[in-house]
């Protein structure tokens, strides 16, 4: 032991081998143990240094010990995988340490091979049956992706959204380029110009800013169209797509595709889309006041949600129109006494109030200068709010001659819509109050009862400091019924663009007490502009007065006839043909003038131009509607000849 000691020191301090049978010195590991300051060489030294002790093996353990561990790290990488216990058999000590770490380097190797292969799967024995469930998941999903596509590839009588299909396919192609991205922006717009295509998707540059915002990601737009066009889903309308400019995708419809629901539209003619589950529409609008005449400014409300209505209902919606009458409230109290001053036998006569306008100015001026009739007139309120049996049929009668003249004005736009004043919600108004004040939501200010909605600066007040109520309390009473009681899934406000903050303070105090979850059910401010005259400004009479409504359907229906006259349409057509051409001509350019312009947008109301048989006007398209419908009676009495030739052309 001694001598092998001695050897193998004489070879680590560089001498070579001095027992007989070892024939050359070990390279590498002679390397290793010659460099100065490795953890060999510090292992070494203990080791060496022990050559006097008498039990050899016991007394170098811990320095052999270290002396293999320094080896694993210094020189191991030095050698190949083998080396060791080929040429250290003369070292059993040494050789049977690194043969234990090559028997360890195995097993490793082994485990990472099993890895790879997943065998790591056995760990889990759950794992196994959610890869087997993933598995039926991901064939249930394309099994119904086929079944989808084939009930959208079946002929129907609806008609196809073509903007909504390229939506879904781009926001499919973009969600499969993007998987991380949150709610991307989708932008299918038609085209401009057809050498473009039939529509673009514009999506690229809004991705590319949002990807630099929040990720400091700067990619061009162009890349990211290029990425979102690979990843177009297969479907049945886009023939080809082109990346353009910075990022524009432009995309052409195929043609058998266009061709096929052209023929749909011929031969089944307009069809709603399909909407499913049927929905509950109510729509607000015209909502003119008791007492006082319609004026142009209640045109647009009353023909904008009548449109809106007729398109709801063609689509296979339930609506609801109201007419959300100003029929209550002070100025019903100057009314009322003004009504018994001037027909005191109103109870057993009718009183003939033919020009309800002119009563109110009476009444407003009386209320103005006279203080005793002040006096009088609320306590006519007071009295009417506690449903007196005289003084409701005194508000009763002055709103039948109102409901009269209204009637007139429906009749001639052709407009249905059911009465629902700010009466009916009378009595739900106290407890409107009382819930928002058993949810903490009301505070008192100068004796009023106001709620502040979060948002927004002014309170809504549901409660003045005399106790009466507000426009605010009645609007709430509204919209809390057409949730809760008439269910409707959809309501809509047609008012003027100056009442958006009242509504959206109300709709957001709706919100706030429960009454409807925005994600579920629509509220929704109709906005529009007001009608202004031919030298920009709101459209009044030479007196400054506001324009009747009714004064203007007979200023249209005027025109019209001089029109039809002129173009000498009462020499072939029968007086009632003429009066019935004379009514559509007229009420037909009127609408038709309002619908044509941007609803937010304020309009110049002009009879010249409504009136006007060329360009964008009513006129024109009755004029070539008409011509259409000629073509066709004629192309179906040569049929009819071509088919049944005995019949005679004065049969026809």
């Not at 749909?264 to 709603?272: D, K, Y």
């Not at 109290?333 to 306008?357: E, R």
């Not at 049929?393 to 409901?403: F, G, M, Q, T």
Request: net charge positive; glycine share 6%; with cysteine.
């Amino acid at each position: 032991m001694r001598a092998f000691r001695k050897s193998f020191s004489e070879q680590s301090a560089g001498l070579g081998p001095t027992r007989p049978g070892v024939t050359a010195p070990y390279p590498v590991l002679w390397r290793a143990l010659a460099r100065q300051g490795s953890p060999v060489q510090a292992a070494r030294e203990p080791w060496t240094a022990r050559e006097g002790c008498a039990s050899c093996a016991a007394g170098t353990l811990d320095s052999w010990n270290n002396f293999i561990a320094a080896i694993r790290v210094t020189v191991w990488k030095e050698a190949p995988v083998g080396y060791w216990s080929s040429h250290l058999l003369v070292f059993p000590w040494v050789a049977r340490g690194i043969c234990d770490y090559e028997n360890e380097i195995k097993l490793l190797t082994a485990e990472i091979e099993r890895l790879k292969n997943f065998g790591c799967l056995g760990v889990s024995p759950s794992l196994e049956g959610l890869r087997d469930e993933n598995a039926k998941l991901k064939y249930r999903l394309n099994f119904l992706k086929k079944s989808l596509q084939e009930e959208r590839s079946k002929s129907t009588k609806s008609m196809i959204n073509i903007n909504s299909c390229l939506q879904e396919i781009f926001g499919a192609a973009i969600q499969a380029a993007y998987p991380d991205l949150e709610n991307p922006p989708l932008v299918v717009t038609p085209s401009q110009q057809p050498r473009f295509g039939d529509y673009q998707c514009n999506s690229a540059m809004a991705i590319s800013q949002i990807l630099l915002k929040t990720r400091e990601q700067k990619v061009i737009p162009r890349e990211i169209a290029e990425k979102i066009a690979k990843n177009i889903p297969a479907n049945e309308c886009i023939e080809k797509v082109e990346i353009a400019g910075p990022g524009f995708i432009n995309v052409h419809l195929r043609k058998d595709f266009v061709s096929k629901h052209l023929s749909s539209l011929l031969i089944n003619g307009v069809q709603p889309p399909a909407i499913g589950k049927r929905k509950k529409v109510v729509v607000d609008f015209s909502s003119p006041n008791i007492a006082k005449e319609m004026h142009v400014g209640h045109l647009r409300s009353t023909i904008i949600g009548e449109s809106m209505c007729r398109l709801f209902e063609f689509a296979g919606y339930d609506v609801l129109r109201l007419n959300h009458l100003g029929d209550w409230g002070t100025q019903f109290g100057m009314l009322i006494a003004h009504l018994q001053d001037k027909f005191p036998d109103y109870l057993t006569v009718s009183p003939p109030i033919g020009d309800l306008q002119a009563f109110y100015k009476e009444s407003k001026q009386r209320f103005d200068t006279e203080e005793e009739f002040k006096k009088r007139a609320y306590q006519c309120v007071v009295l009417l709010q506690s449903k007196n049996p005289d003084f409701i049929k005194a508000w009763n009668l002055i709103c039948d001659v109102s409901r009269r003249e209204f009637q007139k004005i429906y009749n001639c736009l052709d407009v249905t819509i059911i009465e629902r004043g700010e009466s009916f919600y009378h009595e739900m108004m106290k407890d409107i109050v009382k819930e928002f004040e058993d949810k903490g939501f009301v505070q008192v200010d100068d004796g009023r009862k106001v709620v502040f909605v979060p948002g927004f600066p002014v309170p809504l007040t549901i409660m003045k400091s005399d106790g009466g109520y507000t426009y605010d309390t009645s609007d709430l009473a509204a919209l809390k019924h057409r949730l809760c009681e008439e269910k409707g899934d959809i309501l809509i406000y047609v008012v003027d663009s100056g009442q958006s903050v009242h509504f959206q303070t109300v709709f957001a105090a709706g919100q706030m007490a429960g009454w409807y979850d925005p994600k579920v059910t629509r509220v929704a401010h109709a906005a529009f502009g007001v009608v202004l005259g031919e030298d920009k400004k709101k459209f009044k009479t030479r007196s400054g007065d506001t324009v009747r409504l009714i004064d203007l359907l007979e200023e249209g229906l005027k025109r019209a006839m001089d029109k039809l006259k002129d173009k000498e349409r009462d020499k072939v057509l029968t007086p009632e043909e003429l009066k019935a051409a004379q009514t559509s001509v007229a009420f037909g350019c009127i609408k038709y003038a309002d619908l044509s312009h941007n609803r937010l947008n304020d309009y110049v109301f002009s009879f010249d131009k409504m009136l006007d048989d060329r360009g964008n006007t009513a006129a024109y398209l009755l004029y070539a509607f008409t011509r259409i419908r000629c073509v066709g009676c004629r192309e179906m009495q040569e049929l009819v000849l071509v088919l049944s030739p005995s019949v005679s052309q004065r049969d026809m």
